[in-house]
Antibody
Framework: EVQLVESGGGIVQPGGSLRLSCSASGFTFNNYWMHWVRQAPGKGPVWVSRIKSDGTIANYADSVKGRFTVSRDNAKNTLYLEMNSLRVDDTAVYYC????????????WGQGNLVTVSS | DIQMIQSPSSLSASVGDRVTITCRASQSISNYLSWFQQKPGQAPNLLIYDASTLQRGVPSRFSGSGSGTDFTLTISSLQPEDFATYYCQQSYSFPLTFGPGTKVDIK
């Protein structure tokens, strides 16, 4: 069974940093692109970042470029999102999601992890 | 960026009703369109990809159609577990974008 379990969220002040982790199991992690998607309270999901299966390519939404860094450790089956210079409008539930090679979209999602940026 | 528009933003329906939700892209996205269902406190769940292909395990009362800029999601006979918010999402180009959602609640 495919499972994605996130951790690392919490409350942080504006300008602060936080690292999210996403532990994967039930599939061959190093065969898949992985993504981060966030959802502000009461809003639709918003794509944040993606990373290639071998970690050699990473892309970001303009809103987080230069502040967030996605990475992965395929030996540990874990995806990361390093978030720096956090702003109030980064407040959201952050999901890791697998990119399905057949579906060509997000076929499995983690349970979500709330990040609150507030003074 | 490709903008996704959904209508209606919300609807009230009864169990057994046929429900149709529409999604329009700001430019042609071929058939690179997916539909997700989200219940409160849960992650989105993939229902349909490539505009009309049912994800494994999704009930056959869900169907999708369309190509280019206009798409629809149809629930042929609404069940109690279908009350949720539905999002369309395009995979044609980056940044990937979602619609604002359609909330389906009980009449």
């Amino acid at each position: 069974e495919v499972q994605l379990v996130e951790s690392g969220g919490g409350i942080v002040q504006p300008g602060g940093s936080l690292r999210l982790s996403c532990s994967a199991s039930g599939f061959t992690f190093n065969n898949y692109w992985m993504h981060w998607v966030r959802q502000a309270p009461g809003k639709g999901p918003v794509w944040v970042s993606r990373i290639k299966s071998d970690g050699t390519i990473a892309n970001y939404a303009d809103s987080v470029k230069g502040r967030f860094t996605v990475s992965r450790d395929n030996a540990k089956n874990t995806l990361y999102l390093e978030m720096n210079s956090l702003r109030v409008d980064d407040t959201a539930v952050y999901y890791c999601a697998r990119w399905g090679s057949v579906a060509g979209t997000f076929d499995y999602w983690g349970q979500g992890n709330l990040v609150t940026v507030s003074s | 960026d490709i903008q996704m528009i959904q209508s209606p933003s919300s609807l009230s329906a009864s169990v057994g009703d046929r429900v149709t939700i529409t999604c329009r892209a700001s430019q042609s996205i071929s058939n690179y369109l997916s539909w997700f269902q989200q219940k409160p406190g849960q992650a989105p769940n993939l229902l349909i990809y490539d505009a009309s292909t049912l994800q494994r395990g999704v009930p056959s009362r869900f169907s999708g159609s369309g190509s280019g800029t206009d798409f629809t999601l149809t629930i042929s006979s609404l069940q109690p577990e279908d009350f949720a918010t539905y999002y369309c999402q395009q995979s044609y180009s980056f940044p990937l974008t979602f619609g604002p959602g359609t909330k389906v609640d009980i009449k």
